[in-house]
C-alpha cells in the first residue's frame, strides 16, 4: 500500500510540472486476454477478464503528441490444461502505463512502460509454480486507436498489448506476464 500511495504522489507531482494546452479525463472499461510466459510449463491457454480505470490525456501546443498516464485495474492470469482438466489462475493488478501518444487526425499510436502491483492470488501463484510471487510486475505496452468525436468530447476505441519483463517467479523458472486488452471510453475535456 505504500509503494502505491508514493507511485501516485510521484505521479501527480509529475503531472502538475507538465505545461499542457488541453486535458482529457477518459474513463474506460474493457476486456483484457491474459496469459503468462512461464519456462516451467507447457499447455497454458489464454484467459478473458476484466479490465477498466481512468486516463488523463495532456496534449502539447500545436503538436501531434501527447502524453498520458493511466491507472488502470487489469485482471492477469492464465487457464492451464492438465490432461481433461482445465484450471483457471486469476491475478488482479493495479497498473500505472505512461504512455507517450501521437495522433494522425482521429487515429493515434501509443506505447510506454507500466509498473503493476499484484493485488491477490499468492497463495495460487505458490500452488501453481511453486513459488511465491514477486508482487511488482514492469513492462511494456503499446497499441492504437480511433478517437471519434461524440457530443463535447470523443469516444475512444482502444487496442494493445502488454510485454511483461519482470521475472514474477521467486523459484526456479521465469514466469512473465503477456497480455492484449481492448476497451472502450469517453474522453471528458477539462481544459
Same mark, same amino acid.
Given at each position: 500500500?505504500?509503494?502505491?500511495?508514493?507511485?501516485?504522489?510521484?505521479?501527480?507531482?509529475?503531472?502538475?510540472?507538465?505545461?499542457? =494546452?488541453? @486535458?482529457?479525463?477518459? #474513463?474506460?472499461?474493457?476486456?483484457?486476454?491474459?496469459? =503468462?510466459?512461464?519456462?516451467?510449463?507447457?499447455?497454458?491457454?489464454?484467459?478473458?477478464?476484466?479490465?477498466?480505470?481512468?486516463?488523463?490525456?495532456?496534449?502539447?501546443?500545436?503538436?501531434?503528441?501527447?502524453? =498520458?498516464?493511466?491507472?488502470?485495474? @487489469?485482471?492477469?492470469?492464465?487457464?492451464?490444461?492438465?490432461?481433461?482438466?482445465?484450471?483457471? !489462475?486469476?491475478?488482479?493488478?493495479?497498473?500505472?502505463?505512461?504512455?507517450?501518444? !501521437?495522433?494522425?487526425?482521429? @487515429?493515434?499510436?501509443?506505447?510506454?512502460? !507500466?509498473?503493476?502491483? =499484484?493485488?491477490?492470488?499468492?497463495?495460487?501463484?505458490?500452488?501453481?509454480?511453486?513459488?511465491?510471487?514477486?508482487?511488482?510486475?514492469?513492462?511494456?505496452?503499446?497499441?492504437?486507436?480511433?478517437?471519434? #468525436?461524440?457530443?463535447?468530447?470523443? @469516444?475512444?476505441?482502444?487496442?494493445?498489448?502488454?510485454?511483461?519483463?519482470?521475472?514474477?517467479?521467486?523459484?526456479?523458472?521465469?514466469?512473465?506476464?503477456?497480455?492484449?486488452?481492448?476497451?472502450?471510453?469517453?474522453?471528458?475535456?477539462?481544459?
Amino acid at each position: 500500500m505504500k509503494k502505491i500511495i508514493l507511485l501516485g504522489t510521484i505521479l501527480i507531482a509529475g503531472l502538475t510540472s507538465v505545461k499542457a =494546452q488541453s @486535458v482529457d479525463l477518459i #474513463p474506460k472499461i474493457g476486456i483484457n486476454f491474459a496469459s =503468462q510466459s512461464a519456462s516451467t510449463l507447457s499447455g497454458e491457454k489464454t484467459k478473458t477478464g476484466f479490465t477498466g480505470g481512468v486516463a488523463l490525456d495532456m496534449h502539447f501546443k500545436e503538436s501531434a503528441f501527447s502524453f =498520458q498516464p493511466e491507472l488502470n485495474f @487489469v485482471s492477469r492470469g492464465l487457464k492451464f490444461k492438465d490432461g481433461n482438466t482445465t484450471s483457471k !489462475y486469476n491475478f488482479n493488478y493495479l497498473e500505472v502505463p505512461l504512455f507517450a501518444k !501521437y495522433k494522425f487526425d482521429m @487515429v493515434y499510436i501509443n506505447a510506454g512502460p !507500466y509498473v503493476g502491483f =499484484q493485488l491477490n492470488g499468492s497463495d495460487k501463484f505458490k500452488e501453481l509454480y511453486g513459488s511465491k510471487p514477486r508482487t511488482v510486475d514492469l513492462g511494456l505496452q503499446f497499441g492504437a486507436g480511433v478517437a471519434i #468525436p461524440a457530443g463535447p468530447g470523443k @469516444v475512444i476505441i482502444d487496442g494493445r498489448y502488454a510485454l511483461g519483463l519482470s521475472d514474477l517467479s521467486k523459484g526456479p523458472g521465469t514466469v512473465r506476464n503477456r497480455g492484449f486488452n481492448l476497451s472502450l471510453g469517453y474522453a471528458i475535456p477539462l481544459k
